[in-house]
Structure formats: structure tokens, C-alpha cells
């Protein structure tokens, strides 16, 4: 219905997207590292990314078919694949970093399950972390304001990811309705 844009992936527009991103990065990606982007889309973060001047060895996964046949189109020479992390089964340790926006917001009649399954499959996939951004349901949501997508409890995702590991962030500072989270393996890979 949007055609390739940042509406067809339900962000307001292109700005908000790339404040979604620039938020993420903020994680600790630097030129050289490896990044598998789990629910590329159309390989947006990619080509963010590179304009930042970040080289990186990137990997997309999408479940769209359509998604991956444009992001192909894009950049031919990405390795992009259609499915989910699941069907994926990257061994454990696999990237240097695990990025998410957005794909998580799907909403499941399971109550979460599918998101606490994800959760630390995502950080086992990782070397040096993992980051991604939820739609925060401490936000005062109106009336159809979400479209049917999920909404999380900041202090729920962190406790769970406090389980994953001692070095975790939550960043609610910018946008009212997003969280961002940050998971690393080890305090040398988070950003001073």
C-alpha cells in the first residue's frame, strides 16, 4: 500500500525511522564489525548505516518475501534471506552484533511468548550484543494510535534481560512511544 517506505514498514516517516537507528547504533557498532539485522525490511539499516560511513559485514532477515526481493534489488551484493531467526539457526556467537527495529511489534495472540522465546535466542547469536526497540506501553496510547502492534512494559523486557546479562540499558529519552535496549556481553563492548 505505501510501496517502498518507511510507511510500509509502519514508521511514521523517514526521520523517525533513522532516529530509531541512530538510536540503536548507539549500541557500540564500528566499521569492520558484523551485523545480522533481523527484520531488515528493505534493508533500510543497511543503507543508513553506510551513509554514517559504517562499513560493516551485514546479513538481513526478513519474513516478506517482497521485503527481501526489494532490499535485494537495492543492494545485490547483501546477504539477505526470507524467514525468521528460527529458520535461520545462525550457530551461537555468529555476528558481532544482533539489531532489531521494529520487528518485534508484531502482535501475537500468545501473550508474549514469542518475544520471551526470541529474547535470548537473539543473544546467543551475538558477540559482543545485542539492540532493539519496542514500542513502550508506559506511553498513554489513544485509541487506535498503535494500528494492532504490540506494546511492551520497560521493566518487563529488562528484567528479562537482566537474566541474560549484567550489562544491559533501557533508552526511553527519544521518542515517547519507543524503547530502546541494549544487551552486551561484557562492559568492553558498551560505548564510554
Known amino acids: 500500500m505505501h510501496g517502498q517506505s518507511p510507511q510500509a514498514l509502519y514508521w511514521e516517516n523517514r526521520e523517525v525511522q533513522e532516529l530509531r537507528f ?23 539499516l543497511y543503507h543508513y548505516m553506510r551513509a554514517k560511513g559504517l562499513e560493516v559485514d ?14 535485494n534489488r537495492r543492494a545485490p551484493a547483501l546477504s539477505l534471506f526470507q524467514g525468521d531467526l528460527f529458520d535461520f539457526n545462525p550457530p ?6 544482533v539489531l532489531l527495529s521494529g520487528a518485534l511489534n508484531e502482535p501475537l495472540q500468545d501473550e508474549g511468548a514469542y518475544l520471551r522465546a526470541m529474547l535470548p535466542r537473539l543473544y546467543s547469536t551475538c558477540r559482543k550484543g545485542l539492540a532493539f526497540n519496542l514500542l513502550n506501553d508506559d506511553y498513554e496510547w489513544t485509541e487506535g494510535e498503535r494500528y494492532t502492534l504490540q506494546a511492551c512494559k520497560p521493566d518487563e ?4 534481560l537482566n537474566t541474560l546479562s549484567p550489562h ?6 527519544y521518542l515517547d512511544v519507543d524503547a530502546s535496549y541494549f544487551v552486551w556481553r561484557d562492559r568492553q563492548f558498551q560505548p564510554q
Open 22 to 44: 541512530e538510536t540503536l547504533l548507539g549500541c557500540g557498532v564500528k566499521t569492520g564489525d558484523s551485523v545480522l539485522d533481523v527484520g531488515c525490511g528493505f534493508a533500510d
Open 58 to 71: 551485514y546479513i538481513g532477515i526478513d519474513l516478506s518475501p517482497d521485503m527481501i526481493e526489494i532490499a
Open 92 to 97: 551461537e556467537k555468529s555476528y558481532d552484533w
Open 157 to 160: 523486557i529488562m528484567a528479562q
Open 168 to 173: 544491559t540499558m533501557v533508552r526511553v529519552d
